[in-house]
């Protein structure tokens, strides 16, 4: 047996454990582990969740039983503090010795606290452990208990902005004090610094750029900060988040070479200049450098494992990654490979901001166009796994490098990467636990994983900070489908079946209720937020049920047929079909308003939405809107909202058609009908399309000689205008279409998918389309127009439904054993108006 | 904003001391939920009746802040009883209060019991 000692008890040393014992050779080592912390090693990283509610047990790397189960021996409290070398053995500090075959120094860093007059007064804390957050934490409440609540953080990297984090989650108003004249200054520039700080001062932290503190005020505690510039700031807490300082005084004491500024010298091997000692983590000086982000340390614990079990090769590679992507006070941020051109090489930089929506987004291109450099991305890092992986392989950049960035504009949509399985095999997916492209679909193909959830537990792919996930994923169906596996996209756990064969069964076998579909054709379960209300859509298509006769699979609106808003309240929208309305409507709509005293708005729609309404009122609203002749909407549904029209030829001087009547009476055809998501429709009276008919699911546009219809149009996240289905047709075939249209939507869309995302699916597109509706291929047409005009005929008012049945209206009371409503709601004065006051 | 959160603690079966007669059985849809009133407090009492259980929790949903997680759907999520909150679907588990789709604190749990037609809520004071 070798013996292995390993001092320190962080996530390297832990990380070093994990892979040792998971090697073939494991059998032939004894491990002990000494720690000086109380505990097991814990996520770092993620240290300022301690604050919003998650545990030190939550945090802790392991199962409690981990290390005893894998035979290791486990310290904790307890420090080493010398190492003999010519024995090879360590002592704690009772003097207690242990021998040693192999040493692994995983000892971490410390908090580097500058030497500023004054640094050791009460109120002053640095930000590592679990007992530091603690001790942050009393004295927080002290100082809150006496009215302070400003403190500071000292430090604007990407620790210092998550220490702001856990400061502001304290309930203290957070002040960054960064020297440099940007924030995280070693991987932002300028530009992406400026976009971060208005990200983070909108969340209600100041930002303090280019400021060199001088001394500390107070006498006995800290109450503010003195800078060389003149200026100060008051605050009552100070945290010191300026830098780390690897541990390395017992190997200073022992003789092992150490760096000037600090750090154990290794060599790529992880080899300090004893043979038989590693240095791993933070406090390993390797390069001259010291790296502070966990993948190179756990890196670092892989070479070390691999150099113990005889694999002398395997060394660290000579360019070390430091790529990161994290999410820091809300705002995601990345960056990867040379972000901030520190080779000095000559290259182009191709840079997108938009202060709107808060995104910065930044890459470097070698001169030539042909290599992806390095990149910044700030507000959205949805596309950082993707421009990884083109840096990381070199792969050959588009014609258009700034389509990397920007999208490809006009075209095909499609991801940057183009197709996941054309990466190398080589290329790193999950850099947290160096996954790599071969070792995912290796798992599937030589068997030890049969889906994502095997290949996630086997290779530990995308169980660090999950970014690379949804790649992985891809990875994962793309491999199965090459296998001639089934892919298939079923509703849940609890059912086996995608939403048109669930549709189909049950069509087929006239199921009613939930239960018994569950009970039929379920795995067994109980139902979730995801089945139950794909069922109550089908059951509202198949069988014209409303959502009052099972409202509790309904989805959240549903339940309670208004539209669920900020604080809990509902929004109300009575049916104003085609935007007609009379000025004696808008009177009785204003005095209903005014009554209940509900914000009131015109929607997208042409329609009135009030706002701020109580369960409790929603249904003598609604009885005093059913008395003005008003009905429900469908706001709150996945169903028809509005038919949207121009005025048409009734008044307009080059209208060509009754644009009005038509969407009126479209609207009166297809309200209340429940489909896998929302459906809006338009009808123009003129090609000058005033009614924006080409951005709703059907959108109809008179012309010489009758209507065009296009069909599959969308607003949006990601708009997108409507395709021509049919030229030139009558009123009575636009009806015929659409009903065949949607029906068929209905049928076989998945949930929850818009039609312009279901056309964008179809096999064959708009032209396939066009056969099943227009030419009727597949003979479904006289079927789908039946089942239309079922739907049409059974059309009822869910509203008048719950306000005339008195079992119904139990569910719209806010308390089931009293009569008062929500006292927490709370409402705050807008212009003439009242809104929910802001979420805390 | 946070003591109204720190007003809800788990209350084990054994730390019971006032068992409040709630409402009616039929006051409960089946396998949903509604809100009750006790003190203060809002606690939202589910109907589990494809399990034949009964639990409650806090009304409070822990995300944003809002009185909602009685109106939320309930199920299962791999065996685990559970409710998912109408705002943004953050599922907790109703045995443990735990919220199981996310990093968001647990919510606080109570006992239930049915005595005839009636349902009760345990809470230590």
Redesign the interface.
Known sequence: MKKVVVIGNGMVSYKFCEKLAATSDFKEFSVTVFGEEPRRAYDRVHLSEYFTGKTAEDLSMSTADWYADNNIELHTSEMITEINREQKTVANHRGVTYPYDYLILATGSSAFVPPIPGVEKEGVFVYRTIEDLEAMASYAKKIKAEGKVEAAVLGGGLLGLECANAVKELGLNAHVVEFAPRLMPRQLDKGASDMLQSKIEDLGLQVHLSKQTQYLQGNKSIEGLQFVDDTELKVSMLVVSAGIRPRDEIARECGLEVGTRGGIVVDNHMKTTDESIFAIGECALLNSMIYGLVAPGYDMAEIAVQQLCNETDAAMPEVIDMSTQLKLIGTEVASFGDALNEAKQEIDEIVYENKRTGIYKKINISKDGSTLLGGILIGDSSDYNALFQIYNTAMQLPENPEDLILGSRGGEGGSLLGDVMDLPDDAQICSCESVTKGQICGAIEDGTAEDLGGVISCTKAGTGCGGCKPMVKDLVDATLKSLGREVKDTICEHFDYNRQELFDIVKLKGLKTFDEVLDSHGTGGHGCEICKPLVASLMATIHADTANKEYTIQDSNDRFLANIQRNGTYSVVPRVAGGEITPQQLIDLGIIGKKYDLYTKITGGQRIDFFGATLNQLPSIWKELIDKGFESGHAYGKSLRTVKSCVGSTWCRYGMDESVSFAIELEERYKGIRSPHKMKGGVSGCIRECAEARCKDFGIIAVEGGWNLYVCGNGGANPKHAELLAEQIDNETVVKYIDRFLMYYMRTAAPLQRTAAWLDKLEGGIDYLKQVVVEDTLGLAQELETEMSELVNKFECEWKQAVEDPEMMKRFSHFVNSNDDDENLLFVPLREQKMPQHWK | ??T?LDSYKTTPLDQVNVWFE??KIS??????G????YKNK?IAVFN?A??GKWYACQNLC?H?????LS?????????I??V?C??H?K?FSLETGENLNG????IATYPVKIEGDSVFVGFSE
């Open positions: 904003m946070n109204m709630a409402a006051d409960f849809p089946k396998d949903g509604a809100c009750i009133k809002q589990f494809r399990e822990p944003k802040m809002e009185m909602v109106r939320g759907m309930i199920g299962d999520d791999k065996g009883a559970k998912a109408p705002m679907k599922t990093d968001l604190a647990s």
